[in-house]
Structures are given as structure tokens and as C-alpha cells.
């Protein structure tokens, strides 16, 4: 009997092994991806957040800082789409906090506003950054953090490099 009773014990303990094993795995799986068929979203970054790229409206705004601000329209190529597409769903950007913020700067900051809608959900981030993303130490940037940051970066250059970006005029002045 008690050889019975030690191994139902083994098998039990075996079973519950195998499915914690089996939990684990399906948590680590690349098919938990968020998948997404449909998104628009709209940035707005630099000095006072007065570039932007908006796919809703397929536009972009250029900060002319005494001039004010010129848009033009600006079409993402499917190529584009797609990396931005792929960017979501690794970073699982639905799942973000509103607020980025680590600390308050004062001066030499740059505003990123984030509005994004993917297959019909809503979510926004705000984050106040140093200009260049140049944090301190202190600031105990998480991977959230560190991601959103390559983000903004890839939208950034996109737009930049663009060349309706590069048809608006220069600007005039700076910030101090």
C-alpha cells in the first residue's frame, strides 16, 4: 500500500511538474504577440512638443520656433507601416503606463505626447524628456523606458528625413 500511495504521490507531483512546465512555455511564446490589423497614431515631440507626425491626418508640422509652425501632408509607405506595426506588437504599446515621467526637468526638455489606436482601442503617453534623451543616472530608466525611447527615435527620423520634412522651410531662432 505504501508503495501505491508513493508512487500516485510521484506521479501527482509529475503531473503538476509538467504543467507548470507547460504554463511556462506558453507564457514565453512568441504567439502571445499582440496581433494587429489596423492603427493610427499621432506624436508630438521637440521644444514645447511642436513637431508631430499624425497618421489620422496624414500630416506633419515642423517647428519653425519664431516663425511658428508649417504642416505638409506626409503619407507612411507600407514599408514604414509595417516596422511601426511590428514595433507595437513587440513592445505591446497598448500596455504602457499614461505617464513616462521618472523625474521633473526644468529647463532643456522635450515634450512627447503619444496618441495611438490600434484595431479600435485607445491608449496615450505622455512623457517629458531632456532634450536627446540625455538622462541621468539617477533617472532609473526601466525597459519600458528604454523602448519607448528607440520608438520615438525610429518616428523621429522618420519624419526628419522625409523629404516633405526636408522641403519646409528652415527655422528661424531657437530655444535656450
Given at each position: 500500500?505504501?508503495?501505491?500511495?508513493?508512487?500516485?504521490?510521484?506521479?501527482l507531483v509529475?503531473?503538476l511538474?509538467a504543467?507548470?512546465?507547460g504554463?511556462?512555455?506558453?507564457?514565453r511564446?512568441?504567439?502571445n504577440?499582440?496581433?494587429i490589423?489596423?492603427f493610427?497614431f499621432?506624436l508630438t515631440?521637440g521644444p514645447?512638443?511642436?513637431?508631430s507626425i499624425n497618421?489620422f491626418?496624414n500630416?506633419?508640422?515642423?517647428?519653425l520656433?519664431?516663425d511658428g509652425?508649417?504642416?505638409?501632408?506626409?503619407?507612411m509607405s507600407?514599408?514604414d507601416?509595417r516596422?511601426?506595426?511590428?514595433?507595437f506588437?513587440?513592445?505591446?504599446?497598448?500596455?504602457?503606463?499614461q505617464n513616462?515621467?521618472?523625474r521633473?526637468y526644468?529647463?532643456h526638455i522635450?515634450?512627447?505626447n503619444?496618441?495611438?489606436?490600434?484595431?479600435?482601442?485607445e491608449?496615450s503617453?505622455?512623457?517629458?524628456v531632456?532634450w536627446?534623451?540625455s538622462?541621468?543616472k539617477e533617472d532609473?530608466l526601466?525597459?519600458i523606458?528604454?523602448?519607448f525611447?528607440?520608438?520615438?527615435?525610429?518616428?523621429?527620423n522618420?519624419?526628419?528625413?522625409?523629404d516633405?520634412?526636408?522641403a519646409?522651410p528652415?527655422?528661424?531662432g531657437?530655444?535656450l
Amino acid at each position: 500500500m505504501k508503495i501505491i500511495t508513493s508512487w500516485v504521490s510521484i506521479a501527482l507531483v509529475l503531473c503538476l511538474l509538467a504543467a507548470c512546465i507547460g504554463i511556462l512555455v506558453f507564457e514565453r511564446s512568441d504567439d502571445n504577440r499582440m496581433e494587429i490589423s489596423e492603427f493610427e497614431f499621432s506624436l508630438t515631440f521637440g521644444p514645447n512638443g511642436r513637431n508631430s507626425i499624425n497618421t489620422f491626418t496624414n500630416l506633419i508640422t515642423k517647428d519653425l520656433v519664431a516663425d511658428g509652425v508649417i504642416a505638409t501632408k506626409y503619407v507612411m509607405s507600407d514599408r514604414d507601416r509595417r516596422i511601426v506595426r511590428e514595433m507595437f506588437q513587440d513592445m505591446d504599446i497598448l500596455a504602457y503606463p499614461q505617464n513616462l515621467n521618472v523625474r521633473s526637468y526644468w529647463d532643456h526638455i522635450e515634450i512627447i505626447n503619444f496618441h495611438v489606436v490600434i484595431d479600435g482601442k485607445e491608449h496615450s503617453i505622455f512623457w517629458t524628456v531632456p532634450w536627446d534623451f540625455s538622462f541621468d543616472k539617477e533617472d532609473r530608466l526601466s525597459e519600458i523606458h528604454l523602448e519607448f525611447i528607440e520608438f520615438i527615435t525610429f518616428i523621429k527620423n522618420l519624419v526628419i528625413n522625409s523629404d516633405e520634412y526636408k522641403a519646409l522651410p528652415n527655422a528661424k531662432g531657437g530655444y535656450l
